[in-house]
Structures are given as C-alpha cells and as structure tokens.
C-alpha cells in the first residue's frame, strides 16, 4: 500500500535564503570553538536549534540547517542541509512506530516555528508544490534549471516517493528532495535543499540509469 501524507509544515524557501546558503562554503574561515561560532551566528543573525534537528541552527530565514561537521562555515568538505519542509508519512496498515501518536508531537513543534506553515490534511501534491516553488527559487539563483531530475524515494527512511532535482557547481552538488530527518525521532521525512562536495561520488549518471542515478543522490544526501 503507498504511503499517505498526513501532516506537511513548510517554510518556503527564498532567493535569499539558497543565496546565503550556497555561500556557505566561501570566503575566510570560522573557529570550531563556541566562542568563534556563537560570535558568527550572532553576526548573520542565526541561533542554535537542538528541538527539531539535534545540533543544528535556525537560519535568519527561519529554516534549519544542519551539517555533518558541527561548524558548517567554510568547510568545502562538508555536507550541510537546509530544511524547508517536515513531513510526516502515515501508513493505516503499518503497525511500526511510523504510526506512532507521539510523532504527532514532533510536528506539533515543526508546525509552530515561527514562520511556518502546517498542511492538514495534505496530500503528496501539496508536498510536490513545496519541492516545485523551491525549485523555482534555486534555478533563479543559479540561473539554470536541474540537470536530473528523478522521481525517487532514495534516501527516505520511509514516505511516497517524491522529485529530486540536481544541479551542480563547480565544487558542489545541489540536490532538492526528500530526505530521511536526523533529528530525535527517525520517522519523519525533510524535505531539503543539500548542498555536498562532488566528491561524495562519481561523475554524475546519465538520466537514463535510474539505478545509478538513486545511488548518486543517496551518497551526497544520506547521513
């Protein structure tokens, strides 16, 4: 049986925001100690965020980012996460703790951050039109559309399968989709915006080689 969407909270993502973002791995570096790091976040305007990912920040922007390295400033190889988007899949036929009412909790604090928005009841479209707007918003500060695009549950713990869209830097991929959380619960799915060093895998595959194409994405995004 698929998977429905019961619960969607969003923040859409902005020009500015992908802007800030993409800059991540630029210009001069920033200490690893927690007195450099309070210092740059209070500079752009960002606080650490413990609630809905473990260790990570909420942007001035109000989403969240989370990295694979504590300090995400600058650090051309790390991978770092902008999260846009929680959503929480239901299963009427499955007994696992995907199912769990205190799930419902969780998004309970997505849904009240400031400045998001919740969606219930929803729909995998509602989800699509939140991965649609915020392609929109990479290809304009880019200024060129995704070179794949892939409908695909890779790296989902579990949830419909969604759109993944994959544009490239000379440095970087940037890969827009679903993606399993990492914060204290492991049942829910995000929806990001990731940005990882090319070297996370080879050369990209070609559109045609679905298989290899999912291996790709799953070995930029997943934690």
């Known amino acids: 049986m698929p998977t429905r969407v019961h619960v969607l909270a969003r923040r859409p993502l902005t020009p ?14 920033v200490g690893d100690d927690f007195e450099a790091l309070d210092a740059e976040l209070a500079r752009r305007g960002w606080d650490w965020e413990h609630e809905l990912v473990c260790d990570s920040f909420r942007t001035k922007h109000g989403h969240v ?18 999260v846009f988007g929680e959503l929480y899949p239901f ?38 039109a939140t991965l649609a707007q915020a392609a929109q918003a990479v290809t304009g500060h880019l200024g060129a559309g995704p070179e794949r695009t892939l409908l695909s549950d890779a790296a989902v713990v579990t949830g419909p399968a969604m759109t993944h869209r994959v544009w490239r830097t000379p440095t970087h991929a940037l890969v827009l ?27 990209l595959p070609p559109a045609a080689d679905e298989k290899a194409l999912e291996a790709w994405i799953t070995a930029h995004i997943d934690w």
Do not use: K
Not at 66 to 82: H, K, V, Y
Not at 106 to 118: A, I, K, S, V
Not at 180 to 201: E, I, M, R, V
């Open 16 to 29: 500015e925001a992908i802007a800030e973002f993409v800059a991540l791995s630029t210009g001069p570096p």
């Open 65 to 82: 980012l989370c990295s694979d390295d504590r300090n995400p400033f600058w650090q051309t190889d790390a991978r770092s996460f902008l």
């Open 91 to 128: 299963d009427e036929h499955d007994d696992s703790m995907a199912n769990a009412p205190w799930l419902r909790g969780q998004m309970d604090l997505w849904c009240g951050t400031t400045g998001w928005e919740r969606r219930e009841p929803c729909t995998e479209q509602d989800c699509e």
């Open 177 to 203: 989709g679903p993606a399993a959380d990492n914060g204290p619960y492991g049942y829910l799915t995000h929806l990001q915006l990731s940005l990882t060093p090319l070297s996370c895998a080879p050369e």
